[in-house]
Nanobody, 128 residues
């Protein structure tokens, strides 16, 4: 069974950090662009970041640039999202997803329609 499983979410105070993990089972992430998305209560799901298959290219939505870092360890079949300087507006359910084919993540960013495998999400709450 093909699965993506996110972990690492939780409750953190403003200014704090969390590292999300996205682990794949049943398929390899080696050749796939991976994206992180989030959905806050009452809002549409939005793209946060994406990383190319080699890990050498990435893209971030403006609101997280300089605070979030995406990375991947293909040997572990896992992608990470390091989130620093968290703000209350970062509160959301965070999803990882694997793209169905090649596209230039560094140019186009995380486009939801490009992704066909999705995890179940992990809750991130930033609150004092």
């Amino acid at each position: 069974q093909l699965q993506l499983v996110e972990s690492g979410g939780g409750l953190v105070q403003p200014g704090g950090s969390l590292r999300l993990s996205c682990a794949a089972s049943g398929f390899t992430l080696d050749y796939r662009t991976i994206g992180w998305f989030r959905q806050a209560p009452g809002k549409d799901r939005e793209g946060v970041s994406c990383i190319g298959s080699s890990g050498s290219s990435a893209n971030y939505v403006d609101s997280v640039k300089g605070r979030f870092t995406i990375s991947r360890d293909n040997a572990k079949n896992t992608v990470y999202l390091q989130m620093n300087s968290l703000k209350p507006e970062d509160t959301a359910v965070y999803y990882c997803a694997a793209a169905s084919g090649y596209y230039s993540c560094s140019v186009y960013g995380p486009i939801q329609g490009r992704y066909n495998y999705w995890g179940q999400g992990t809750q991130v709450t930033v609150s004092s």
